[in-house]
């Protein structure tokens, strides 16, 4: 096979390493950015995320990006008062007409479009498969929030559109009643096919109409995502189904929010920098305790993302 040697083994890496190509695509950790596309510009906005582009993040080694789908809407606000459009992003219920073009009706934004919008997702496709094209051993996967609810065939449009449904994973299996210990194939196996995009979406999935994205509750399971700040200890119990049964990939959420309540709504945003570095969230330290904290509950499972 191309990449290897006469006995098997790997002569180029496979995302990096030569020691991950023989490794099922659930048997390898893969660094992920929580609301990937939540970055500046604008600056200093209450719901970013991330202080570098998607580009950027890939370039940097993030092999996972989580991003929310969200129908934008048209505003009638000519002004774009931002009162207005706080008390949008805080209710959740914007009142104008939805956008009807295939395209433009899929964008990413946090929550809701009228606070910040990334623009359409068939755009920043567009970037992910430029990634892909420019570096032929690497596998990326897409963590997908249905916010708004879209119908796998509304997604299809944006994904044709961005030329990168080719390079997208579709399984030989299908979901099973037991859930897990499915035959993922080798990262050289998906290098190999070409199939270097793997796609899950948390609702609405439908792999009879569009096969290569895929129902994440079927294969995923996450740990606590509400992390109130500040947190003392990272817990790793299954939040995500609630139903107890393990599947064959864990996303370790590893993330704090700040949490203001306005009556009977709970407002979470992401942290400052400041706060981020103050409380070294992001340093090895703490990410070392979380993953042995994590080894407590999951023995030796892979941390996938």
Same mark, same amino acid.
């Given at each position: 096979?191309?990449?290897?040697?006469?006995?098997?083994?790997?002569?180029?890496?496979? =995302?990096?390493? /030569?020691?991950?190509?023989?490794?099922?695509?659930? =048997?390898?950790?893969?660094?992920? /950015?929580?609301?990937?596309?939540?970055? #500046? #510009? #604008?600056?200093?906005?209450?719901?970013l995320n991330q202080r570098r582009t998607i580009a950027q993040q890939l370039d940097d080694g993030v092999r996972a990006l989580m991003l929310d789908v969200v129908r934008p809407v048209v505003s009638s606000d000519a002004n774009g008062g931002i009162i207005s459009k706080v008390l949008s992003w805080i209710t959740g219920k914007p009142s104008d007409t939805a956008a009807k073009d295939p395209l433009d009706s899929v964008h990413l934004c946090h929550g809701s479009c009228a606070l910040i919008d990334k623009g359409k997702l068939s755009d920043s496709l567009g970037t992910i498969r430029e990634f892909l094209e420019a570096n032929p051993r690497e596998v990326v996967t897409l963590i997908i929030e249905n916010v708004s609810g879209f119908a796998a065939q509304d997604l299809r449009p944006s994904f044709e559109a961005a030329r990168i449904d080719t390079y997208a994973y579709v399984p030989e299996f299908s979901p099973t009643p037991v859930h897990n210990g499915y035959p993922w194939p080798t990262l050289a196996q998906l290098i190999a096919k070409n199939q270097r995009l793997v796609v899950f979406i948390d609702d609405n999935a439908d792999p009879s109409q569009v096969p290569y994205i895929? #129902?994440?509750?079927?294969?995923?399971?996450?740990?606590?995502?509400? =992390?109130?700040?500040?947190?003392?200890q990272f817990t790793c119990n299954q939040d995500r189904p609630r139903d107890g049964v393990p599947r064959d990939l864990l996303v370790m959420n590893h993330f704090a929010y700040n949490r203001v309540s306005v009556g009977t709504k709970n407002i979470d945003t992401p942290l400052l920098v400041s706060q981020v570095k103050s409380n070294g969230y992001n340093e090895l330290a703490s990410l070392s305790a979380h993953r042995e904290t994590c080894r407590a509950v999951w023995a030796d499972r892979i941390l996938n993302f």
């Open positions: 096979a191309p990449g290897y040697l006469a006995w098997g083994q790997a002569t180029e890496p496979c =995302n990096g390493h /030569t020691e991950l190509c023989d490794r099922a695509y659930n =048997n390898v950790s893969y660094a992920c /950015t929580h609301n990937s596309y939540s970055y #500046p #510009p #604008p600056e200093d906005l209450l719901v895929l #129902p994440q509750w079927e294969y995923v399971v996450e740990i606590p995502y509400a =992390n109130i700040a500040p947190v003392k």
